[in-house]
C-alpha cells in the first residue's frame, strides 16, 4: 500500500513565477491536508480539503494561494507570483475521517 | 494562545538509555488527539504514535511510550533504549474536533541527539 506521495521532492522557482505542488493521498484516503514548514520551524496548517471540497482554509494565504482535490487525480497547491517568503517546505497529509494523519515526503520550494 | 509547546529545542541522551521529551497543550474540547512525529534530516515526517482523550491507558508503540496527564494537559514521549537512529525532530501535535474541523496543531519541536 503505498504511502502519500508528494510530487516534485524539489522546485526552484523565481520570483513572479508559479508553483504547483502535487499530493496524491493514501489509498482508501478522502481527506488531504496541506501543510507549511519554514526553516528551523514547525508545521503550520494551511488547508483541509476532501474530494472536491474545501472544508477549512483558514491557514492559507488570503493572496496567490489556492488548493483543489479534484474528483479524479492528486490534490494541488497552487502558488502563483512566489516570492522568496514562499521557500518551505509544504507537506501534504492524508487521512480517513477523523484519524490518524499520514505526511507525504515534502516539497522543498526554493524561491530565487 | 500556543496550542502546543514543546520547551526543549534540544536534547541529548546517551546511547541504550531513555529520554523524555516534553509536550504540554491548550484545549478547551473534551475530545481531542494528540500526535508524535519524528522527522530525521531526510525531512519526512514519520507518524510515531497516538493518544485519544478518553482513553484511559497510555499509548505505548514499541520503544515509544506517551505519557498522558490529563489534569496537566501534558503528552510527554518517552523513548527507551535510544538508538542512534532516533537523533531527528520530534514533533508534537493536538487534533481538536469542534464539528466540521480537523485541524492539526504542532510544537515548535525538539531537537533529539543520541550520543554513541
Known amino acids: 500500500n503505498a504511502g502519500v506521495m508528494q510530487n516534485p521532492r524539489h522546485l526552484v522557482r523565481r520570483r513572479g513565477q508559479e508553483a504547483r505542488l502535487r499530493c496524491s493521498p493514501m489509498k482508501g484516503h478522502s481527506h488531504v491536508y496541506w501543510y507549511r514548514q519554514l526553516p528551523e520551524e514547525g508545521l503550520k496548517f494551511m488547508v483541509y480539503?476532501?474530494?472536491?471540497?474545501?472544508?477549512?482554509e483558514s491557514g492559507m494565504p488570503k493572496e496567490r494561494f489556492s488548493a483543489e482535490f479534484p474528483k479524479e487525480g492528486p490534490s494541488i497547491l497552487r502558488i502563483q507570483q512566489v516570492v522568496r517568503g514562499d521557500s518551505a517546505a509544504y507537506f501534504c497529509?492524508?487521512?480517513?475521517?477523523?484519524?490518524?494523519?499520514?505526511f507525504g515526503p515534502g516539497t522543498r520550494l526554493l524561491v530565487l | 494562545a500556543q496550542k502546543i509547546t514543546q520547551t526543549q529545542p534540544g536534547m541529548f541522551v546517551q546511547e541504550k538509555e531513555a529520554v523524555t521529551l516534553d509536550c504540554t497543550y491548550d484545549t478547551s474540547d473534551q475530545s481531542y488527539g494528540l500526535f508524535w512525529y519524528k522527522q530525521p534530516s531526510s525531512g519526512e515526517m514519520i507518524f510515531l504514535i497516538y493518544?485519544?482523550?478518553?482513553?484511559?491507558q497510555n499509548a505505548t508503540e514499541g520503544r515509544y511510550s506517551l505519557n498522558f496527564q490529563k489534569a496537566r494537559k501534558s503528552a510527554n514521549l518517552v523513548i527507551s533504549a535510544s538508538q542512534l537512529g532516533d537523533s531527528a525532530m520530534y514533533f508534537c501535535a493536538m487534533r481538536d474536533c469542534p464539528p466540521q474541523i480537523d485541524q492539526f496543531y504542532f510544537g515548535t519541536g525538539t531537537s533529539l541527539t543520541v550520543i554513541p
Open positions: 493518544q485519544g482523550s478518553y482513553d484511559e
Open positions: 480539503l476532501q474530494k472536491e471540497n474545501i472544508i477549512d
Open positions: 497529509a492524508s487521512s480517513t475521517a477523523q484519524e490518524t494523519q499520514y
